[in-house]
């Protein structure tokens, strides 16, 4: 079973910046697929980002393009979302999620994955 505990939520201004972490044990982390979700109040679970097992290949949903960046550190368990030039519409709950089914491609649904942290609460103020 793989373990999964985010962290560096907050509150920030439109315009400010948060680095989101999320650590992973449990299970061989370079073998997972790794992907951020946020849902805000009112709305479903939404993607944001994944990066695939070596780090070679990331989606990302359009509202954050250009503004966030995922990585991972596979010698670290870890996976971040850089978020910048943050707006108010990014104010949501933050999950990081893991993928271990070695068939998937792409992995851009939350029902592709199994695994999910606890979420952390990012608020942006305007």
């Known amino acids: 079973q793989v373990q999964l505990v985010e962290s560096g939520g907050g509150l920030v201004q439109t315009g400010g910046s948060l680095r989101l972490s999320c650590a992973a044990s449990?299970?061989?982390?370079?073998?997972?697929?790794m992907g951020w979700f946020r849902q805000a109040p009112g709305k479903e679970r939404e993607f944001v980002m994944r990066?695939?097992?070596?780090?070679?290949?990331?989606y990302s949903t359009d509202s954050v393009k250009g503004r966030f960046t995922i990585s991972r550190d596979n010698a670290k368990n870890t996976v971040y979302l850089q978020m910048n030039s943050l707006k108010p519409e990014d104010t949501a709950v933050y999950y990081c999620?893991?993928?271990?089914?070695?068939?998937?491609?792409?992995?851009?649904?939350?029902?592709?994955?199994?695994?999910w942290g606890q979420g952390t609460q990012v608020t942006v103020s305007s």
């Open positions: 449990g299970g061989t982390f370079s073998s997972y697929i």
């Open positions: 999620a893991a993928n271990d089914d070695a068939s998937t491609w792409y992995a851009t649904q939350s029902h592709e994955y199994h695994y």
């Open positions: 990066i695939s097992r070596q780090g070679s290949s990331i």
